[in-house]
């Protein structure tokens, strides 16, 4: 039997073991007379299994109930069942649609305007591709591997919708079969760009991203999903989500070698990826190649971190000077507050 607020799903087995028991037989003589295993028997009592037009004519012959109450009765039964279990889901669907920033969704156009919560997880359920919401909790579904600042329960689902915008947009942009080591080799190549205005740099990285395998998309920040950055697999191509969050050009570009990171050390498509250990592995990469390790360590020894010496290494690193601002502010070199004058802000363009 399977409830829900409107229905009641009760099997035909319910009748047939109540006409056992006004006959005193058991399910095993039962199963005799019916040339049936117990198991089959025991498993069409409790709606386990389907009742049969075949069956339905074996129970008249000992039973003595008509072929077609038996079969109407499943039919009745199946029906509710469809209809309880899809009125439990929605209603089970309807408390994960309240943790989604659905409002802001809509803002941005990324699904329809709703006020009813039924309407809510049906554009939902559309916008995931999905027969139910709960199927997010799946690893086959959501493989992603991602930068962000904390991980609540609705930041988690406030992620997915995020990433499966990025999805969809990712679908529209063409790429070259992935090429994992033309992506490491060019990625010191993007350090160049940092000096660059996000007008100048963002058509070159789609294209250089473009001719790895990786579709690049840039997209607004969704309130809640404490997101910086995310990739993750789609068919035959890696899509690689950003935002500019807080506008810090600093931050944007250690999310998109952090994301590169992901992609050239195998995190991508591993379900067991995303770690704790793979975060910082990540980072490393990242920080590496943004400022090179050994004369980054140099800089911090002569502990002369003036604006004018920040610029003169920042120059000989060729990164924006911001980019050596940021990491000085990470590991404690100098305050928060501090040089933010060489930090650069960025409008990109969604």
Not at 23 to 42: L, N, P, T, V, Y
Not at 228 to 257: E, H, N, P
Request: with cysteine.
């Amino acid at each position: 039997m399977v409830r829900s607020r409107s229905y009641i799903a009760t099997p035909p087995g319910a009748t047939i073991k109540e006409q056992l028991n006004d006959r005193g037989m058991s399910q095993k003589e039962f199963a005799a007379r019916m040339d049936m295993s117990e198991k089959h028997i025991s498993k069409l009592i409790h709606g386990d299994v389907q009742l049969t037009p075949e069956t339905a004519v074996r129970l008249e012959m000992v039973l003595g109930i008509p072929a077609r109450f038996w079969n109407n009765l499943e039919a009745i039964y199946r029906e509710k069942l469809i209809k309880a279990e899809a009125e439990n889901a929605m209603d089970a669907d309807a408390e994960i649609a309240k943790q989604f920033p659905y409002r802001e969704m809509a803002k941005l156009g990324w699904v329809p305007e709703a006020r009813e919560a039924r309407e809510k997880v049906v554009n939902l359920r559309k916008y995931f591709e999905i027969v139910e919401l709960s199927l997010l909790g799946s690893e086959q579904i959501t493989r992603i591997a991602c930068r962000r600042l904390a991980i609540t329960a609705k930041s988690d689902l406030a992620l997915m919708a995020w990433s499966q915008e990025a999805k969809l947009k990712a679908r529209d942009i063409k790429t070259a079969p992935i090429n994992i080591k033309a992506l490491i080799s060019t990625a010191p190549e993007f350090r160049k760009m940092t000096v660059l205005k996000p007008e100048e740099f963002c058509p070159q990285i789609k294209k250089c991203l473009a001719d790895c395998g990786i579709a690049l998309v840039f997209l607004p920040h969704l309130k809640g999903s404490f997101l910086q950055g995310a990739s993750f697999m789609d068919g035959s191509k890696i899509v690689v989500g950003l935002t500019a969050r807080g506008k810090d050009a600093d931050k944007f570009w250690f999310s998109l070698f952090h994301e590169i990171a992901h992609i050239a050390l195998g995190h991508v498509g591993d379900p067991n990826a995303a770690s704790e250990d793979d975060e910082k592995a990540a980072d490393k990469w990242s920080g590496d190649i943004l400022i090179a390790a050994e004369d980054f360590e140099a800089f911090r020894r002569d502990r002369d971190y003036s604006e004018r010496s920040v610029l003169q290494f920042a120059k000989s690193q060729g990164v924006a000077p911001g980019i050596v601002v940021g990491r000085m502010q990470l590991e404690g070199m100098i305050k928060y507050s501090m040089l933010n004058n060489l930090k650069e802000k960025y409008e990109i363009a969604v």
